[in-house]
């Protein structure tokens, strides 16, 4: 085990619903990744907070927001949720703003019916 | 069974045998790169990483190679047991300033028959 805890671990929302998803990282670890993972497919980053700023940004619609707090644990926020959006999305904490050696948690999966 | 070269989805490995997992990048930028490995239900392992600056790295029955002319990593796994068998990812990382982006491959997934 990573050390990385996600919530929930699974959650079904419908279409236009918001959602916030939780991340508390591996101790001691200041940054944390998220990525969305379709099936079938490998994960896309979505951002990364390095003390509580964001750092990177991949190709994703600003509806997709987070927030990294003092402790390090990290929020992703979806709005306007479309179909689209079902996917298992992951955090992953790592040392430094580098996003080196990056340890992932287990994931929660999203249903957007 | 091995695969030179070439990215395939699939790879169906003899138990004891060594594997090859290759993966083509797409930003020569790109600094430092990471292979993981996905189990089913779980979030990707970190096996073992590279930077731009190296051609090779040696772990535990692991070995990561980098041709930076062609833009390709590729993963080694010798004597591939059944708990190799999973979905493997490459990722590149691109830093420059205040700016990271990572991408992940599309993925291989090995199978080891006993």
């Known amino acids: 085990e990573t050390g990385v805890t996600q919530s929930p671990t699974h959650l079904i929302k419908t279409r236009g619903q918001q959602v916030t998803l939780r991340c508390s990282s591996q101790s001691g670890h200041n940054t944390v990744s998220w990525y969305q993972q379709a099936l079938g497919q490998g994960p896309q980053f979505i951002f990364q907070y390095y003390r509580e700023e964001e750092n990177g940004r991949g190709n994703f619609p600003p509806r997709f927001s987070g927030l990294q707090f003092p402790n390090y644990s990290s929020e992703l926020n979806v709005n306007a949720l479309e179909l689209d959006d079902s996917a298992l999305y992951l955090c992953?904490?790592?040392?430094?703003?580098?996003?080196?050696?990056?340890?992932f948690g287990s994931g929660t999966q999203l249903s957007v019916l | 069974g091995e695969s030179v070269g070439l990215h395939l989805p699939t790879l169906s490995v003899q138990e004891g045998d060594n594997s090859i997992i290759n993966c083509a990048y797409s930003n020569s930028a790109s600094d430092y790169f990471i292979w993981y490995k996905q189990e089913s239900g779980k979030g990707p392992q970190f096996i073992i990483d590279i930077r731009s600056n190296m051609d090779k790295r040696q772990g535990q029955r692991v070995t990561v190679l980098l041709n930076k002319t062609v833009k390709h990593l590729s993963l080694q796994i010798a004597a591939t047991q059944p708990g190799d068998s999973a979905v493997y990812f490459c990722?590149?990382?691109?830093?420059?300033?205040?700016?990271?982006?990572?991408?992940f491959g599309a993925g291989t997934t090995v199978t080891v028959r006993a």
């Open positions: 992953a904490s790592s040392l430094s703003g580098l996003g080196e050696k990056l340890f």
């Open positions: 990722a590149e990382i691109f830093r420059y300033s205040n700016d990271y982006k990572l991408s």
